[in-house]
Structures are given as C-alpha cells and as structure tokens.
C-alpha cells in the first residue's frame, strides 16, 4: 500500500485490503498533526459596509493557550487618495497608539483604487506588550511616485491596558472599503 | 464631527454605529504622515 508523503496518510492499491486500523492510524496522524500545528487562524473579518473608521474587538484573545497573536490588516480605500495612509490606535484611545511621537501608526495602502499600494504590516499582542513592523510602498494618485514606510514600534501593557479594540482609519478620514479584510494569528505555546 | 464606524464584534457580527469624536480626530496624532515617507526619484 503507499502512502503520503507528509503524514503517511494510507492509499489503497486496487489490490490493497480495506483494514479499518488503517483509517485509524491514518486519522490520528491527522489529529495530531491538527494539534501541532504553530498558527491557528483566530479572527478573519471581511467588512461588510464602508465606514471611515473599522473597529476589530480583540478583548477576547486566549492568552493562555497563545503566545502571540498576528494581525494581518488588508485595508483599501473606496476613492483614490494620494498617499493615503492607514493609521491604527488600540483601544480607540489617544496616545494608546501603536506608533506614537513623530511616527504615528500606520502602514501602505491604497491609492488609486485600481493600483493599490503595497503594504505588509504585523501587530504582535502578547500579554506583556503590543508591537507593530510594517513596511510598505505608498503610491502616487496622479504620477508614477511612490514612497516608502517602514516602522517599528511597541507599548507596553502598562501602558495600554488589555487590549479591546484596534482601530483602522485612513489619516485624513478617507473612507475604508467594505471588503477589507482583517485576519488574526494566534501562535500556540 | 460625527464618525461612521464599522464595528466588527468576536461573534463575527458587523454593525456600523455613528461616534461623536473631536474636531481634530485624524489629527491626533501630531503628525500629517509625511515624517517617515521617502518619495522615491519618479
């Protein structure tokens, strides 16, 4: 009989008996293979509607079975802005930012509609802090321009609180698109 | 101001809600965006 390459799962030859250990085997493989593995997809959220503002509840993040939590954002504009970018707060709160000072939080998007930026932002929530790493391309409504972001930042719990909320916005209060999606990682202990 | 928001709540439910917020909201931050972008030669 072979069998797969990663899990060994059993596949039956025409001439292969059918053995009922073997579908057990095969499905014990599959559960622990299940439970092994590091990323759990928590939250996946495609908006519904356009608002100015999209608020993602994260009060309810198991901390204990997870180190760390990813939050991917995937965000676009529903009219073209030059260099619009995309500012995130945690807990709907002023200087709660995720990026403070002179570098507020944000990350590339979304200009024009039909050739959106490029932008790759990580939020890391552990129990202990909140951190962000983007890089992104921003680029130009009416030339072939881009620029280009890259930031790293972290606030503490004591800081902050537990988180409850992020908060998307485009800096000038430009629309987000429904269809933006927002998908959670959490990375198991 | 008044602000549309897409709240998107651990059930999965969406809801878009209508929240008073300061004039000076998307200003906030102190700064216009412009500090860590680096236009690059067209």
């Known amino acids: ?19 009922r250990e073997d579908f057990n085997r095969d499905n014990a493989a599959v ?9 759990a ?55 709660l930012y995720i990026m403070s000072g002179s570098y507020p ?12 930026g490029v932008g790759f932002l990580v939020l890391f929530i552990t129990d202990q802090m909140t951190g962000l790493w983007s890089r ?27 988180p409850s909320t992020l908060n998307f916005y485009e800096k000038s209060g430009n629309t987000l698109k429904a269809g933006s999606n927002i998908t959670v990682y959490g990375v198991r202990k | 101001m008044t602000l549309n928001v897409l709240i998107c709540h651990a059930d999965g439910t969406q809801e878009i809600v209508v929240r008073e917020v300061p004039d000076d909201y998307f200003q906030a931050d102190g700064d216009d965006g412009t500090a860590a972008v680096e236009t690059a030669a067209q």
Not at chain 1, 2 to 8: F, M, W
Not at chain 1, 31 to 39: G, H, I, M, Q, S
Not at chain 1, 136 to 162: D, K, P
């Open chain 1, 105 to 116: 939080e944000r990350f590339g998007t979304c200009s024009p509609a039909d050739r959106p």
């Open chain 1, 41 to 95: 997809k928590l939250i996946g959220v495609t908006t519904q509607a356009s608002a100015a503002q999209i608020d993602l509840d994260i009060s309810k993040l198991d901390y204990t079975n997870y180190s760390t939590f990813l939050i991917v954002p995937r965000i676009t504009l529903v009219s073209a802005v030059d260099a619009g970018q995309i500012y995130i707060r945690l807990n709907n709160a002023a200087g």
């Open chain 1, 1 to 19: 009989m072979q069998q797969t390459t990663n899990l060994h799962l059993s596949q039956w030859d025409a001439s292969d008996r059918i053995m």
């Open chain 1, 31 to 39: 559960e622990a293979a299940f439970a092994a593995r590091p990323l």
């Open chain 1, 136 to 162: 992104g391309l921003l680029f130009g409504n009416s030339s072939a321009s881009c620029g280009e972001i890259n930031t790293m930042i972290g606030i503490s719990r004591a800081q902050s609180g537990v």
